[in-house]
């Protein structure tokens, strides 16, 4: 049994058994030592923390580049007059500039994500903390909504 004192004090002490020269005492820590263990510890919170704001900045333009390309779609499916007409030289290129986006902005999400997984797994390769955050969940939903979007655009079936 090992009892650590560092955040508090200056020793570590190891319980080896039940007898009275079991305790065995280690060098005491300075608190040079100390404080740059904590610091070490926040510097590595600061680093998940920017990881997360990039990859909501990434969860976010993403956002923006599908729901622009699915509103530029459902803006020209309804100008079925002008199509009749014969006023819109290019009748598919909504359609095609809408799935591009919503494309664009799915992958680039992808992309972000599996760096944002990767980045994280080899920040904390000695600690074993939990890869999941609120952040990267959204994510995978936004990357889901786009696959559906895509879809949906793409064969002009689904509930839009």
Known sequence: MVIRTARLGLTEKTLRGNGPMDLIETAP?????????????????????AAERSLMAWIRTSLSM??????????????????AA????????PRNLGLTLIALGTLA?????????????????????????????VAIFVI???????????LRHGPF
């Open 29 to 49: 820590k300075d608190r040079g030592t100390v404080l740059a263990e904590q610091r070490t510890d926040l510097a590595i919170q600061r680093t998940n923390m």
């Open 66 to 83: 599908i729901g622009f390309g699915f509103s530029i779609y459902k803006f020209f499916q309804y100008l079925p007059e002008e199509l």
């Open 86 to 93: 014969g006023n819109i030289q290019r009748p598919q290129a």
């Open 109 to 137: 999400l992808v992309a972000a994500t599996w760096q944002h997984w990767n980045f994280l797994k080899s920040v904390q390769s000695s600690k074993t903390r939990h890869l999941w955050s609120i952040s990267f969940v």
């Open 144 to 154: 889901l909504i786009g696959l559906i979007t895509f879809y949906g655009v793409l």
